[in-house]
């Protein structure tokens, strides 16, 4: 069992005999027929909002008079009805109460100048944030320059502490990053 199984829905059969009664009940009043004046004819409407406008005609109106049976199905399909709208609106409304007490109230104390912000004294704007370093060209020079050297020791090989100022054989202390490669001239 599903979870819209204890729902009714209408039957179509049924709506589409009542829509049909209603439009023969207007056509023997003497409302039915083509309009033979000068005017625009009616827009073209879709069949499915034929049917939904018909829908709502029978959920404004109520019974149509077509006699008792599923008279107790349409209740109860009123009731299920306009208790979901009943909560749709309910939570609509807690909606509004609570979006309008989130909303900052200021007081409009015009007593004098605003005091001056720390924010308005810098007159900084919209500009970046920017590291420490930026603001010490020396520090940052020392830094364009390590960066430089390591990448000219991926490019090319780079001369490292000779093996002659040591004296004694590290090969396998030091590993490959101390091997000495010649440059070409």
């Known amino acids: ?3 819209d199984d ?3 829905y209408r039957e179509r059969a049924r709506q589409r005999e009542e829509r049909l009664a209603r439009e023969a009940a207007r056509r023997s009043r003497g409302q039915g027929g083509a309009d033979l004046d000068d005017a625009e004819p009616e827009a073209r409407v879709s069949e499915k909002k034929r049917r939904r406008d018909d829908a709502d005609d029978d959920d404004d109106g109520g019974e149509s008079g077509s006699g008792g049976d599923g008279g107790e ?11 979901s709208k ?3 609106e309910k939570k609509k409304a807690e909606y509004e109460a609570a979006k309008a007490a989130a909303r900052p109230e200021f007081e ?6 605003r005091a001056l912000t720390r924010a308005i004294l810098k007159n900084k704007g ?4 920017r590291s420490k370093s930026v603001r010490n060209p020396r520090v940052k020079k020392r830094q364009r320059f390590e960066k430089a050297k390591k990448k000219m020791a991926s490019q090319k090989a780079v001369y490292k502490d000779g093996v002659g100022n040591k004296g004694v054989y590290e090969g396998e202390k030091s590993g490959i990053s101390k091997v000495i490669k010649s440059v070409r001239l």
């Open 1 to 3: 069992m599903g979870g």
């Open 86 to 88: 009943a909560k749709k």
């Open 6 to 8: 204890d729902l009714p």
């Open 73 to 83: 199905e349409n209740g109860y399909y009123e009731l299920v009805h306009r208790a």
């Open 126 to 129: 919209l500009t970046p944030q």
């Open 108 to 113: 409009d104390s015009a007593d004098g100048p």
